[in-house]
């Protein structure tokens, strides 16, 4: 097995992408801390699918919230017995969604303390972005049932992807390795999850955003 040279690595994508699949997979294989986004108990979450002009603001606060204390808590407590550590988010998820959800004068406000927090968490030595088009997208957000979900459209996730990229541009020190996963399925092939894995502990990645099509 390739040698891991990486600390903290980061998988993150749009909704329905296979995060937390391809985190869980790789934490078990080489026996690393796995970190999960915790968001099914968010008591604004299905309030925000139905009336989103109204709980947007507090739903993205309580993200924020959450998001900050999980991995404050997780990324300061040291694991012996583990080679890194890998999640299924990163911290600036919380700026991502919200640059959509909120309005302008909101969004300015949750921006200023966004950055507050930002600068005082450990950075991943790797972001793993998983690129899937909508449609797919849509189709694996309806095969998991999620009740609050069903109301999600193509546009909305369009808009999230175009916040993603744009986080990327305006951060370009971080190494973002954006993986096109549209034409294979890690989930039902070990042959394409060993390609994804392999791409991803291989080879250095450089600065900026590096694009792999499978």
């Not at 329905?16 to 790789?26: F, N, V």
């Not at 700026?95 to 005082?120: G, M, N």
């Not at 609050?148 to 370009?172: C, H, M, W």
């Not at 096109?180 to 989930?187: A, G, L, Q, T, W």
Request: charged share 25%.
């Amino acid at each position: 097995m390739e040698a891991v040279k990486y600390n903290y690595i980061v998988i993150e994508g749009n909704i329905g992408a296979g995060k937390t699949t391809l985190a869980s997979m790789i934490a078990k294989e080489y026996n690393a801390k796995l970190i999960l986004e915790r968001f099914d108990d968010n008591p604004f979450l299905p309030k925000f699918y139905n009336d989103p002009s109204r709980y947007s603001f507090p739903l993205e606060l309580s993200f924020l919230a959450d998001r900050y204390r999980q991995l404050k808590e997780e990324l300061v407590e040291q694991d012996l017995f583990r080679s890194f550590t890998v999640a299924d988010y990163y911290f600036m998820k919380s700026l991502v969604f919200s640059s959509k959800t909120l309005e302008q004068d909101e969004f300015s406000l949750y921006r200023q303390i966004f950055y507050i927090i930002y600068s005082s968490l450990p950075k991943p030595d790797l972001y793993v972005y998983l690129h899937v088009p909508p449609e797919r997208l849509l189709k694996n957000i309806a095969l998991r049932g999620r009740e609050y979900e069903k109301s999600i459209t193509a546009d909305y996730l369009v808009g999230i992807q175009e916040s993603y990229f744009n986080f990327f541009r305006q951060n370009p020190e971080n190494r973002y390795l954006v993986l096109d996963v549209s034409n294979i399925d890690f989930v039902a092939s070990r042959k394409d999850y060993e390609r994804i894995r392999e791409t991803i502990f291989a080879a250095p990645v450089a600065q900026g955003i590096n694009l792999r099509n499978f």
